[in-house]
Structures are given as structure tokens and as C-alpha cells.
């Protein structure tokens, strides 16, 4: 049950797109089409931004999008705003059990 | 409106016990897992445990087996997480979570535990 394995940071300026990968193994990101991404602003609770690879919830921007080949999922932002700066989370079903990724401080310069 | 409301947090020394409450409205409560999930001082999210429906699937992360306890109560629309022989590293922000499928789509504002002597 080790964390999966993300980015400490990535960054971008505004308009640009970044991506955040998240790297499991065959027993969660690889074995599974659950993988999840939430978004946290500080002080607040997570926000569900992905689901099951590569849903958006409604009302979550067409900005976001997301991927997997393998044992790593990506997070996709295109477009980026101001207000898309914050933590990241990918998070994935393991059988029974899910495990979070070690999350990703996204900066828009 | 749909939500969830966690309390019971607090101050508790180490090998002590705490008893969090999540109150959930504004969805048919008994016909979804639930979840905690927790996360410590500037550290990443640390998922916990899941319940089903009835409460007769439970799952938990090691690091708790053994020592944490969830559990609802459909009637009061309500998840429970019974935290004994607490550690300092069990210091953290508790979140409930609901689960819609295999992911958590409404989170609570969260409730702090703080383990010290």
C-alpha cells in the first residue's frame, strides 16, 4: 500500500497546459480503470476533478482531462487559469483498498 | 443541497480514543459507501477505510487495521470512525467522503486530531 508517486511540482503560465503523472504499479493504477484526480486549495477540503481515468464530473471545466498507459495516469490542464493553482491528487482502487498519490503543487506563474 | 458534516475532533493524549461523527443530508444516505480519509500537517491525503450500504463491508488501510473502527447508522444518516490507542502520527485533519462508484465525489469540511501529551 505505497503512495502513488507524482510530481512535488510542476508549473506554468497562464493560458499554457501542464501535466501531472501518477505512478503505480499493477496492483492499483496498471490493474485497474479507477483511477480518480482532486484538486485541494489551502484550507479547504479536496475537490473531485477525475473519474475512472478519464471522466469530469459535471460542472468541472473541459480544461481538465485525463489519461493512463500502464501503471501511470496523467492529469491534463489545459488552458491554465489563475484559479487552478493548487495541490493534486491521483488517486487509485487497489482491490478493495485505494491508495493517493503524493500530490503535486501546480503554480501558474 | 447535498453535505457533510464531520465533528468530534479534539485534543486527545497518545494511547487515548476518539470517536468522529459525520452527519450527511441531502441524498439517499443508506444507499452509498462511505468513506474517511485523513490527511496530516502539510502532508498528502492518507485514505482510511470505506463501509458499504449496510455495513457489512468494511476495508482498511494497515497503518489503522486493528485500531480504527467504522460504522454507520442509516437512521441518522450518519458514518462513525472509533479511533483507539491513538499515536502522535495519527495528528491529522479527518475528512468522510462519500463514494460514488469508485471515487469520492462530496467531502466534508474536515475535523482536527490532535495527539499529544
Known amino acids: 500500500q505505497s503512495a502513488l508517486t507524482q510530481p512535488r511540482s510542476v508549473s506554468g503560465s497562464p493560458g499554457q497546459s501542464v501535466a501531472i503523472s501518477c505512478t503505480g504499479t499493477s496492483s492499483d493504477v496498471g490493474g485497474y480503470n479507477y483511477v480518480s484526480w482532486y484538486q485541494q486549495h489551502p484550507g479547504k477540503a479536496p475537490k473531485l476533478m477525475i473519474s475512472?481515468?478519464?471522466k469530469r464530473p459535471s460542472g468541472v471545466p473541459d480544461r481538465f482531462s485525463g489519461s493512463k498507459s500502464g501503471n501511470t495516469a496523467s492529469l491534463t490542464i489545459s488552458g491554465l487559469q489563475a484559479e487552478d493553482e493548487a495541490d493534486y491528487y491521483c488517486?487509485?482502487?487497489?482491490?478493495?483498498?485505494?491508495?493517493f498519490g503524493t500530490g503535486t503543487k501546480v503554480t501558474v506563474l | 443541497e447535498v453535505q457533510l458534516v464531520e465533528s468530534g475532533g479534539g485534543l486527545v493524549q497518545p494511547g487515548g480514543s476518539l470517536r468522529l461523527s459525520c452527519a450527511a443530508s441531502g441524498f439517499t444516505f443508506s444507499s452509498l459507501w462511505m468513506s474517511w480519509v485523513r490527511q496530516a500537517p502539510g502532508k498528502g491525503l492518507e485514505w482510511l477505510a470505506n463501509m458499504n450500504q449496510d455495513g457489512s463491508e468494511k476495508n482498511y488501510v494497515d497503518s489503522v487495521k486493528g485500531r480504527f473502527t467504522i460504522s454507520r447508522d442509516n437512521a441518522k444518516n450518519s458514518v462513525y470512525l472509533q479511533m483507539n490507542s491513538l499515536r502522535d502520527e495519527d495528528t491529522a485533519v479527518y475528512y468522510c467522503?462519500?463514494?460514488?462508484?469508485?471515487?469520492?465525489?462530496?467531502w466534508g469540511q474536515g475535523t482536527t486530531v490532535t495527539v499529544s501529551s
Open positions: 475512472d481515468v478519464n
Open positions: 488517486c487509485s482502487f487497489a482491490g478493495s483498498l485505494y491508495v
Open positions: 467522503a462519500r463514494f460514488r462508484s469508485y471515487d469520492m465525489d462530496v
